[in-house]
């Protein structure tokens, strides 16, 4: 038991106690006053008394009561309560994650089921209550204070350090469910931030810290893909507050994609990816239905997530150097545990539809031969998604720079449109008059054209050695400026764009491949270990830079991907008539894969339409259009504003579903009109679709980028109980007593 203002209660007793008993030493002098009968001898004591000290103290039950009265009412006054949890430190940093892994229904019980969010802020809400408050009269101790950072791929500070706990409950309360992924590098630094850095012979440190030590607690299921990056200091205290079961049963959807054919674009391919996290095998039915009516149903067995779960070779050995570092840095406990990580059962679906307009198209998860959702099931975000699909078409290809044989033949085998061949002046000159942007991808084979884009500082190494090649063209000058791609979607080869962080180290001797990504459209058809490289150009990628690598040689990345705004590129650094890869069968498939993907996937807008919760709607409508207006799947419509070219870009809100935009103008290809209204209309679709939020098991252990941190052993925060309340109701009963007692004296 503790006390939250003793000194005020002491101070108090001091005054109160003897005053009562100084009032019982008190006696009476009487006055001489005669009187015609005895019988007014009672009265006339009660009506004519004066006090006069040092009556001896007799035994006098209304005295005890009233000091036991007394006595309580100051016990109460020094706040008594009993702690429900020991706090270390004065100040508190309460980072509570509303991902959407947090939405999993598995934190209260079978009768009353709570989400994972829920439980936090309750514990949270808990420990503020238990946070030690200073004197507020005397200013005898210093209480503790806290501040709350909620956080998903995102950190958002709420509330900074305060010792209000009516504020801090506000600021925990309004903390709300989000469909995002989780990171909390950033959430740590926006907590952190809050802190005066240590000076060290004039220089700010880093992770040292001149207020006093904080603790970090942290609420969450540690589903956190970014925990390694995270440094809460090297003086701070990290508290993890599991929420949610290690073996939390879901199956859902982690992947939606569609495809329209090469020689038939009418032709539509729908991959859906499934998920089960229990230890046996899961059979669900998936539906999908085209517009809100059922296109098919199909029933699919979903493996039991088990350590055994089949991997490629590459993945296989990636995981196996994974788990044998954490085995070296963790000590000798660490393989137990290894062997015992479950990965979760994988599978997926595939529906195939001929349809040549455009579509919304849901796939939903339901319980065998019902229309209800699976069991056994805490997450409900991810048993449905939607995928927008924009119309069929036949795309439109320009050729730009040398009038390669191998590069045209490689195109002219697919179902284009249109395929144009242009020299560089040629197309920057079409450019000027406004006729490019017919084409959905263009093709710059081994120089970047003038066409009015930004020149920019060209990221270069040192000068190039005596008799090293020169970059190439369109990639930087002497003077170091290089040229950055202008709007649109390339296929660039044999030169490096400026502006996305790509070091240029000049041309080395011969490389060959190594690995490339199977999973990606345009590499995972492709096989590239015949391919070698006289002339390898070696890029570097900076870190935190739109840049994707697809495929690397041993000497540095051989195919990457950029996506920056409205540009998107598939760039190969490297000249390809320096190597054999035009005789190759995969330079055609490679072609092939990268207009298909540029001009279904980015031109075709499926990118634009397949959104994420919070991410970022970036689109095109025509430049005509006039008051946009976005209206969210909660029902919330918000105004958008258009471009002169007719480019839309707005943040969306954490929740998944289907947006509508609309506008008064014309309508692209694909869109509909409104009868009614006769605005255009164009769906996006935002899902979660992510693996890691899906894989519910909560974990035991954060590594973060400083230190190990265990799960607290106390499964749930307590707050304090605090016991004045009680004690002035046992007073105020006490006070009742007293005065039954005097009564009954009197009248007797």
């Known amino acids: 038991m503790t006390f939250l203002t003793p000194l005020l209660a002491g101070i108090a007793a001091a005054i109160a106690i003897p005053s009562l008993v100084i009032l019982y ?7 001489d006053l005669e009187v015609s009968t005895t019988l007014l001898w009672k009265k006339a004591i009660q009506d004519l008394q004066a006090n006069a000290p040092f009556q001896k103290l007799r035994r006098n039950i209304l005295l005890l009561l009233q000091l036991l ?17 020991i706090l270390s430190g004065q100040k508190h940093v309460i980072l509570i994650d509303r991902s959407g892994s947090m939405a999993a229904t598995d934190a209260g019980t079978e009768r ?25 009269f005397f200013g005898s101790g210093q209480g503790d204070s806290a501040m709350v950072v909620a956080f998903d791929n995102q950190g958002e500070p709420l509330q900074p350090f305060t010792s209000d706990k009516r504020v801090l409950r506000e600021a925990i309360e309004r903390i709300t469910i989000t469909d995002k992924t989780t990171a909390a590098d950033e959430a740590v630094r926006v907590a952190l931030a809050h802190l005066k850095r240590r000076n060290v012979e004039g220089q700010e440190v880093e992770g040292l810290y001149a207020d006093d030590p904080v603790t970090i607690h942290l609420f969450s299921d540690g589903k956190i893909t970014d925990i390694a990056r995270v440094k809460p200091g090297a003086e701070n205290t990290v508290v993890f507050h599991q929420l949610g079961a290690k073996d939390a049963p879901n199956v859902g959807i982690t992947g939606l994609k569609a495809e329209r054919g090469y020689e038939r674009p009418q032709d539509v391919t729908i991959f859906a990816s499934l998920l089960n996290t229990q230890g046996q095998d899961r059979q669900v039915d998936v539906e999908l239905t085209i517009d809100g009516s059922v296109a098919g149903i199909q029933s699919a067995t979903i493996p039991a997530a088990s350590t055994g779960n089949e991997l490629s070779s590459v993945a296989r050995a990636r995981a196996e150097a994974a788990e044998a570092e954490a085995v070296s840095a963790a000590g000798a406990d660490a393989p137990a545990a290894a062997q015992t990580l479950k990965r979760p059962g994988t599978t997926g679906v595939v529906f195939r539809l001929e349809r040549s307009d455009a579509m919304l198209a849901q796939v939903r998860l339901r319980a065998p031969g019902t229309s209800e959702p699976p069991v056994d099931n805490v997450l409900p975000t991810d048993d449905r998604a939607w995928l927008s699909i924009p119309p069929a078409k036949r795309m439109s290809v320009a050729i730009v720079g040398r009038r390669n044989l191998f590069l045209r033949s490689a195109l002219e085998g697919l179902p284009l449109a249109r395929l144009d061949v242009f020299s560089t002046p040629e197309f920057e000159r079409l450019w000027t008059e406004g006729k490019a942007g017919v084409y959905d991808v263009v093709v710059l084979d081994g120089e970047i054209p003038n066409v009015g884009q930004q020149v920019v500082t060209a990221t270069t190494a040192a000068p190039p050695t005596p008799g090293a090649a020169a970059p190439a063209g369109g990639t930087a000058n002497a003077a170091g400026l290089g040229r950055a791609l202008p709007t649109g979607n390339y296929v660039l080869l044999g030169a490096v764009p400026a502006g996305v962080g790509l070091v240029d180290k000049g041309t080395v001797a011969g490389a060959s491949m190594i690995d490339w990504n199977r999973d990606h459209p345009v590499t995972r058809y492709l096989v590239l270990d015949p391919l070698r490289v006289a002339t390898f150009r070696n890029v570097f990628v900076e870190p935190g830079n739109p840049v994707e690598t697809l495929a690397s040689a041993e000497k540095g990345p051989a195919i990457l991907e950029i996506s920056k705004g409205d540009t998107h590129a598939i760039v190969v650094p490297f000249d390809y008539m320096e190597s054999n890869w035009p005789l190759d ?8 894969s990268s207009v298909s993907y540029l001009g279904h ?3 075709g807008r499926l990118d634009a339409r397949a959104l994420t ?3 970022e709607l970036r689109d095109r409508i025509p430049a ?9 799947p909660g029902g919330e419509t918000m105004a958008v504003a258009v471009e002169q070219d007719g480019s839309v870009i707005h943040r969306l809100g954490p929740t998944t579903g289907v947006y509508e935009l609309t506008w008064n103008g014309s309508a692209a290809p694909g869109d509909v009109r409104d ?8 769906v996006y679709a935002s899902n979660m679709l992510d693996l890691q939020e899906s894989d519910v098991g909560a974990s035991e252990t954060l590594e973060t980028g400083q230190v190990s941190v265990r799960a607290s052993a106390e499964k749930s925060s307590k707050a304090d109980r605090r016991l004045w309340p009680y004690i002035l109701l046992a007073a105020l009963a006490v006070v009742m007593l007293e005065w039954f007692v005097y009564n009954r004296k009197v009248q007797i």
């Not at 005509?624 to 969210?632: G, K, N, P, Q």
């Open 112 to 136: 009353e089921p709570r989400t994972r969010l829920e439980e936090a802020k309750k514990q949270a809400i808990a420990l503020v209550e238990s946070m030690k408050e200073g004197d507020a």
């Open 69 to 85: 009265a007394l006595a309580a009412g100051l016990f109460a006054l020094a706040q008594p309560m009993i702690k429900g949890q």
């Open 585 to 592: 069968v995969s330079f055609v498939v490679f072609m092939a």
């Open 25 to 31: 030493f008190l006696k009476l002098r009487r006055r």
């Open 613 to 615: 919760p919070g991410g």
């Open 675 to 682: 009868p009614e209204t006769g605005r255009s209309l164009r």
């Open 601 to 603: 996937e980015v031109a």
């Open 624 to 632: 005509d259009a006039t008051d946009a207006r976005l209206r969210s």
